[in-house]
């Protein structure tokens, strides 16, 4: 399935896998954050809130290094096909993965505000199956891109529906939270800013997955996709 | 300040200018959607919030034409320096405006719901003005790209502050209202919502500032923008 490794030089081939590599360990960090980032908001320990914004600064300098190192190959080795294909999709997967950090780091900034007012903890056990299906969407979307399975991708790509569900359902809950418990606003608030939060990780993920149909299949399948292709491979 | 027009062949001249021509077009549809959105949300003119959905058909399929014509010039012309850089901005910057059209179709959406609804008016009088800057925004950003003002662009980039500061505000003050006004909590959120995805129109049109000083002077400022660069030219 891989598409590596088929070119005359081999330097050339350690270059585009070094690229792929280096997505792979951003994503780790993404993965990390994110994963920070809810057990300090569903578990309270904000000593590790901390951390997210931390990471933060690696994800960032990787995210320019990454599309430094994209315009290094593209001036070098002028790409074609398949090969651009796998460049344009590093630029604009690691884009996705920051912007998921940045959303990982406003999850935690709430968990840290949201620690301190005991009251709330009730409200955000609501979150955990959201969490639960984007930290998995986010693993399995860096699991796709590390074997470039287009097939699997679309699948993951659909768990995004799931989020987008529960976040409706989430938000009429809380809704009803705010009219009974006029006290806790605030928090009910910034939980509510948490799922949201959450919901675009999944749609980050969801975005990773479409461009790896792209980088498979060299078929654009954003804002077309509709669960299945046609010529299944 | 133009890096267009300098190549040997006029063909080459052409193709890259058009490619810059379509982003501008992209751009223009974007201002559109977010200019019929926001009229809808403000003015109650629901029927033009359909229209937003409608462009979003055209702006959805520029991005992916957009991104095939710039892996064609890549592949024929083996860009290197200024034009490839030129050409990854192109990348990035479709990337946000089209982002950009998701969350005006969000604004419609909320705008038609809201609008059945008389007393929610005065809440979103309060969004008048942060829809104010985040148009200027998308504006500024897209003049700044049509001429490479890359000067401009750090001070387009740095009023995303001011929107932040307004969703503070905003925010505050909605919270207040839930407080006082538990018969409209529905609407005092679809209201927030709205506010969000007007905070992150700011935030789309600073990414594309940052862009543009990118290409003008090959420096990366994403992540370490402080509102002034160091080789003021």
Redesign the interface.
Known sequence: MLNIGQHISQEYNDELEDLRNQVLSMGGLVEQQFSDASNALLNGTINIAQRVTELD?QV??M??AI??G??QI??KR????ID??NI?TV??VV?DLERMGDESEKIAKFASELSADTNSMGFYKNLKHMTFIAKKMLTDALDCYARLDAKKALEVSNMDAEIDAEFEIL?RLL?TY??ED?KN??SI?KV?WCA?SIERVGDHAKNICEYIVYVVYGK?I??VIDGKLQDDK
Chains 1, 2 share one sequence.
């Open positions: 600064y960032n300098a995210e320019v599309d430094e994209c315009a593209i001036a002028q790409p074609t096909a651009l294909r344009f630029i604009k884009t938000n809704s705010l009219l006029t606003i605030e608030l509510t949201r654009d954003r804002h």
